[in-house]
């Protein structure tokens, strides 16, 4: 069965510099959700859309946007990168909410120098 | 906004049942309860979730208490493979809070 996919798996930036992480959800998963997990930390809610408009909004820092597009996949962008942004993303998609199943990606792995 | 709190750590015998709680005390009524584990460097991984009434599924059994503020998540036998990070989750609309996590060791 086909998985939620993020990319890149892992990526390196230097501080001030900018990153963009991209979430494909499962096919007819119309429902997204992205959470930063820093080490040794459960992970924290940033944003979530469904039908390619944001539904609800986390702790995510002003520098960081995300949208869905109309083909559902969804990226995030960060911008004036911080060493505490360092942490591994993960996107879970849904069919629709109403508290359903999430499936995560196995997420990716921002390490800022 | 209380987080949702769980014990740091639990050990338990190899084919013995684990219960791992969870206070959920500022549950709203609409929010549902579900349970997730985490292997290190992997994405969570769904278990089971509720409302109001037990469940039971292949994985695993919840309970929820009558008054949905605390919940219990029981693993019927403990294999190796169990060995994880257990969230509890408040699972409202397009939102979903992740507890402080339960790190479940087990012995052989």
New interface residues.
Partial sequence: AAG?IQSPRHLIKEKRETATLKCYPIPRHD?V?W?QQGPGQ????LI?F?EKMQ??K?SIPDRFSAQQFSDYHSELNMSSLELGDSA?Y?C?SSPD???N???????S?LTVL | DAKTTQPNSMESNEEEPVHLPCNHSTISGTDYIHWYRQLPSQGPEYVIHGLTSNVNNRMASLAIAEDRKSSTLILHRATLRDAAVYYCIRAGTYKYIFGTGTRLKVLA
């Fill in positions: 939620v429902t959700y959470y459960d992970p924290q809610f979530s469904y539904s609800d986390g591994l993960f879970a909410s109403g508290a199943v999430l499936t995560f990606g196995a997420g792995r």
